[in-house]
């Protein structure tokens, strides 16, 4: 038997060092509870620096093409916490004021300088756990305002990366698949491990790291994520008072969006304010809780300058390079219907065009794609808008389509045609959502004319318009 075991010496002296190793073990790591202090009613100034790098990726040809691109970009606004949503969302509304809201964007030798318009600086965001819903109470976006304003790391959800219990330093905490979809503005996530960590703190701040995979999707179309980032929590003020996130995408080719291999940079400064500079009680009056959901439509000018209209965000401008606006819709990611919009030249003033002619005119442009006409219209609307609505049927390579075109032409001789095309089976889907689109149609008033846009009236039959039957 070995020596060890037959001296009970040995074993004496193990047990002794094992008390005096537990009697000096260090004590348990300090937890520390970190939950933010935020309000109903506490106002935030808050800086974004956005820099973003990479390729774009295109359809051409049939072919994917890769762009160069990259996009500094630069928001500062004043964020009020109005209260919770009085609806079921259990969400969030905020109130903005942005003074300042810009990017330049280079895309090969192209660049594109969105701003947001002097008249749209009140934005308010409702945050719910379904989506982060941005709007003006002054009146609609344009998309590229709405693009310009909604990114990743959304300063109303940045609270929400803080631990919901005690940590102490080293602790780690997952954070959910719906946090991440907000934070990053995705649609959905359907796997992630994102994680932060407490990595040091003192009486001051409390200092964290975030990392880890996102796969989700937008508007319909796969995107893989790999997310770093550092943020930074202010112990007496109880907030967030900075985060840097390092975001890198790549996004599938899209029905309506392009694809990406980008390399995102931002960071956010966040610093509470006292009192308001530019979100007085008096101008949030008007933004109750318990009101319904603003109106969301988004505004698109024709590229001629001649009308303009509103639509809902599930349409998207394809081109407007050219006097022809080409625009899809998309529901739930699925490509619905394409219109395209145009203004041809003025008739003459108080003469029309006749509805017989427009169906002429129609039947003519679609040849021998052509099946038959299954409604026409015709109705004048409050402000003397002659209007016709004519929907036809036929195939083109023998599947079935239908086309639906809407004329407008006002008593001074203008006038703006539609044109809408998807296949019969998605009618039901595509709904309303044309005579919606047309119903908002205001012509521009000339230079040097007199009285305000006459818009078409909403409650009447909408704008059609005369298109190539071909789908893209």
């Known amino acids: 038997m070995p020596r060890s075991v037959r001296n009970p010496g040995w074993m004496i002296l193990l047990a002794a060092s094992c008390m005096l190793s537990a009697g000096n073990a260090a004590p348990a790591a300090e937890k520390h509870r970190l939950e933010s202090s935020r309000r109903p009613g506490d106002l935030t100034a808050v800086r974004v620096e956005l820099e973003v790098g990479g390729e774009l990726k295109v359809v051409a040809d049939g072919k994917v093409k890769p762009l160069k691109m990259n996009v500094m970009g630069k928001l500062a606004y004043e964020e009020k916490l109005l209260g919770v949503l009085a609806d079921k969302s259990a969400g969030m509304r905020y109130a903005r004021h942005y003074d300042q809201a810009e990017a330049k964007i280079n895309i090969e030798n192209g660049e594109i300088l969105p701003r947001l318009r002097d008249e749209r600086r009140l934005i308010v965001v409702d945050a719910a756990a379904v989506q982060t819903l941005l709007f003006s109470p002054q009146g609609p976006l344009t998309r590229e305002e709405l693009d310009l304003l909604d990114v990743p790391g959304n300063s109303v959800w940045l609270e929400e990366l803080l631990p919901a219990k005690p940590v102490a330093i080293g602790d780690q905490w997952r954070h959910s698949d719906q946090l991440l979809a907000s934070l990053l503005g995705l649609d959905a996530v359907s796997q992630s491990d994102v994680t932060s960590e407490l990595k040091a703190i003192d009486a001051e701040n409390a200092r964290f790291e975030l990392s880890g995979e996102v796969h989700g999707a937008i508007g319909g179309v796969a995107t893989e994520i790999s997310l770093k980032a550092k943020y930074r929590f202010d112990r007496k003020r109880r907030r967030v008072a900075w985060a840097g996130l390092l975001v890198k995408e790549k996004r599938s080719v899209g029905h309506v969006a392009t694809g990406l291999d980008v390399v995102a940079k931002m960071q956010i400064a966040l610093s509470p304010r006292a009192e308001p500079k530019h979100l007085p009680a008096s101008l949030l009056k008007r933004i109750s809780l318990d009101s319904p959901a603003q109106p969301t439509t988004l505004e698109c000018q024709s590229p001629t300058g001649k009308f303009r209209f509103q639509h809902s965000r599930g349409w998207h401008v394809m081109n407007d390079a050219s006097e022809v606006l080409t625009m899809r819709y998309v529901d739930r990611g699925e490509l619905v219907a394409q219109c395209n919009v145009s203004a041809p030249p003025d008739a003459e003033p108080g003469k029309s065009p006749t509805l017989a002619s427009f169906q002429r005119e129609i039947q003519t442009g679609l040849d021998k794609s052509f099946g038959q006409f299954i409604q026409a219209s ?95």
């Open 378 to 472: 015709e109705s004048v609307t409050s402000a003397g808008h002659v209007v016709y609505r004519v929907v036809a049927e036929g195939k083109v390579s023998e599947l079935p389509i239908q086309w639906r075109y809407y004329l407008v032409a006002d008593d001074q001789g203008r006038q703006a045609i539609y044109a809408f095309t998807l296949e019969s089976e998605l009618a039901a889907q595509l709904g309303d959502a044309d005579q919606e689109l047309v119903s908002t149609l205001e012509f521009v008033k000339r230079p040097g004319g007199s009285g305000r846009p006459t818009p078409v009236d909403a409650a009447t039959p909408k704008v059609s318009k005369k298109v190539q039957a071909k789908r893209r």
